[in-house]
Structure formats: C-alpha cells, structure tokens
C-alpha cells in the first residue's frame, strides 16, 4: 500500500549508457514530478506532470526525457549518462488546486555514474 | 527569483530539550509553507504546513511560527527525541511548484 513508489532503489552505471526510473502513484494525484537531490541534499525540481501534461521543466538538459504514460505514472529516461548526473532522484505528487500543494514523495533512486 | 534559505545547517541538540530550526524565504508573495522532514536513506515527509494568513499553527510537539515581516519561517520540535533526527527543510508554493530551502541536518545527542 505504498503511496508512491520508485524503482529501482539504486542505480549504478557507466558513463555514456542510457538507463531509465520509474514512478507510481495510488493516491489517485493529478500531479506528478521528478526532484534532483545532490550531495548537499539540495533539492531542486526537474519537471511536473498535470494528467500526462508537461507542466514545468527547470532548464534540465534534453538528455532527461520524463514519460506520463497515464497520470499514476511519471517515467524518467536519461541518456548519455555523464558524472555530474549521479544524485538521488526522488518522484513526488500533489493534487491539483490551491488548498493542497503538500507533495507526497517517493524513497527516491540513487543514481552512481562511474 | 524565489529562494528559500535557512539560517543553521546543522543542530545539534540535547534528548528532551526544544529544537528550533529557521528558515528565511526572499518571495513576499508566497502564500504557503510546508516543513518536511527526511531521514535518512527515505525520501521528505510532510510535518506540518501554514498559510501566510496565519502566524502560528501547531501539530504534535511541532509549531510552525510564519514572521512575514522578516519574512522568516521556523519549526519548533518539543521535547526532542532520538527519532527527530532527520534534515528538515523548509518549502514556499512558488508559481506551479514548490521551492525548497537548504535543509538543516538535527541531531539528538543522548
């Protein structure tokens, strides 16, 4: 019964290789995203997802494509994986409207590109 | 722009005592704040919220006090335990999305 879940857990790859982490959300949320969370434990927003629409996308280089194959799932593929991308990357949702923006989030997929 | 700053990046306090945790934010307008707290190895989990209608708001052994004339944010821990040990960060709704601060690491000394 976990509200939103991410997989794999861990992720370690070489440079240059394509690889792929994928979201879901049972809380039945019309808004999706994906956070990137550097060794400060800075987090900072990648893109939102509203009902399998690209809402936000913070300048992430086009190497990151999210997926919304329905709007309980928000897929995020990166190719050409370089150094600097090895972070944890955590998956959150929200429902629409003023009243509530909290954002549940995902245990989040810790990425290593060596 | 927006950004959100706290003022400590790590506390450390003792078993039982008050934690106190701040947090400046630089965007008048934002309506809304939301404490997480993430421990480690999980991903943030909400705390408590406040609206910028509101100054005060408490949960359970938490207090979120919203000075917007500083515009400054704080989180009040009561009676800290050994499970409050976490990074906290503070978050403002900005425009679509929601703009976290630094973190601050708590730590309970025994």
């Known amino acids: 019964d976990t509200a939103v879940s991410q997989t794999p857990k861990y992720l370690v790859t070489q440079m240059g290789n394509d690889k792929s982490i994928k979201c879901e959300q049972n809380l039945g949320h019309d808004t999706m995203y994906w956070y990137k969370q550097d060794s400060k434990k800075f987090l900072k927003i990648m893109f939102s997802?509203?009902?399998?629409?690209?809402?936000i996308n913070e300048t992430v280089p086009n190497r990151f494509s999210p997926k919304s194959p329905d709007k309980a799932h928000l897929n995020l593929h990166i190719n050409s994986l370089e150094l600097g991308d090895s972070a944890v990357y955590f998956c959150?949702?929200?429902?629409?409207?003023?009243?509530?923006?909290?954002?549940?989030f995902g245990p989040g997929t810790r990425l290593t590109v060596l | 722009g927006e950004s959100v700053g706290l003022h400590l990046p790590t506390l450390s306090v003792q078993e039982g005592d008050n934690s106190i945790i701040n947090c400046a934010y630089s965007?008048?307008?934002?309506?809304?704040f939301i404490w997480y707290k993430q421990e480690s190895g999980k991903g943030p989990q909400f705390i408590i919220d406040?609206?910028?209608?509101?100054d005060k708001r408490q949960g359970q052994r938490v207090t979120v006090l919203l000075n917007k004339t500083v515009k400054h944010l704080s989180l009040q821990i009561a009676a800290t335990q050994p499970g409050d040990s976490a990074v906290y960060f503070c978050a403002e709704k900005g425009a679509q999305k929601l703009v976290f601060g630094q973190g601050t690491r708590l730590t309970i000394n025994p």
């Open positions: 959150a949702s929200s429902q629409v409207g003023p009243l509530a923006p909290e954002q549940f």
């Open positions: 406040i609206r910028s209608n509101m």
């Open positions: 965007n008048s307008a934002s309506d809304y």
């Open positions: 997802y509203n009902n399998k629409e690209l809402i």
